[in-house]
């Protein structure tokens, strides 16, 4: 009799075998500390970037429905309303999540007969929302505006661009303001996932948009709120009618529970922290730490908060993070399929809750562990 499985328990194997094999770790994340196994770390894996100091929410009951049946608590629009003025946007929408964002907004807003341009680099949830829209996809080269334009160039027919604001697995800015001169010159619509720029570049953490002037002329902004902010759901802000499509047609908004109201009320308290002295704390601690890091001998091409220290074999990227572990600091290592074989890397986040000390020590830390491994 064949297994039921199929081929499960062979692909599973398979996975291990190449280095590949995740497993979920029970722990608990308090400010900059995560705890594993009673063993308390320093958390360089958290994307909570700006670090707010957390408040105790109040108990509220759930929606236990859509938002479009009977779960739309009022927290949703006030939220909203703040976020399109955040995002120099018409009208915003709220989704359970980032990754959902992208699947709902994308698949709205582009069809079969639509051609999207799409950064190599790009998150699965933009790679995975570029397929389900049906739209023809084109891979440009990572931040390469020659061959995205070539592309552009040869393309006839609706045309949209998607990329990240500041890229989640290597941290660096993407050409925007060039990519919005292309968009702008050839016609296409701007998609800007900015999942990590937002709350931590720009003036008021307005994010990439903002840092290259570009705000006004970003066609649809998706973000995640539970990065930066450190709270928890997703958006897009755009046009009224963009918006409006999305409540009309976008799945993962339809048939979907609403967000818990608590949630929303939780990112109200955090947008109206006092934001903008939390971000200047973290550039404080983003440039210090980038500073110490070439200081040891470790170049990025990062310019941000999420810093990959490229490790190469899948193998020898969990031994480093095995190491460091050893050593009080939590860093995870990030494989294929997230990123490129033979690419893997240790991905630091920082974090504003880090202090002077504690900088100190990972980054000595981290030049130990760059002996052991034969790092260059
Ligand atoms: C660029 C990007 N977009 C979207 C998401 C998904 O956001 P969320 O965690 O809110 O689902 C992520 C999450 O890592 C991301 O890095």
Known sequence: MKPKFGTLEKRLKEIKKNNLLRTLQDSSVEKQ????????????????YLGIKPTKIKYSQFQSSSRLVSGNDRSFSVLEKKLSKHKSQEKTIIYPTGYMTNLG?????????DTIFSDELNHASIVEACKLSGS?????????????????????GRKLLVTEGIFSMDGDWSKLNEMIEISEKRGLVTILDDAHGDFVLGKDGKGTGDFFNVQKKIDVYISSLSKGLGSFGGYASGKKDLVDMCINTSKTFIYTSALPAS?????LL?????????????????????HRLNEIG??????????PIIIGKEKKAVEFSKFLMNEGIFAQAIRYPTVKKNHARIRISISGWLSDKEIEYSIRILEKAKRKFNLN
């Not at 907004?105 to 007969?113: E, F, M, P, T, Y």
């Not at 949630?263 to 990112?267: A, F, K, L, V």
């Open 33 to 48: 500390f995560i705890k594993i196994n009673k063993k308390k770390l320093l958390n360089f894996s958290s994307n909570d």
């Open 105 to 113: 907004v994308i698949s709205a807003l582009a069809g079969k007969q």
């Open 136 to 156: 023809k996809i084109k891979i440009f080269k990572h931040n390469d505006m020659n061959d995205l334009e070539q592309k552009v160039q040869k393309t006839k």
């Open 263 to 267: 949630i929303n009320q939780y990112s």
């Open 270 to 290: 955090r947008f109206n922290s006092n934001r903008e002295a939390y971000r200047k704390r973290l550039w404080k601690k983003i440039n210090q730490f980038h």
């Open 298 to 307: 470790f170049f990025t091409t990062s310019t941000s908060q999420i810093i």
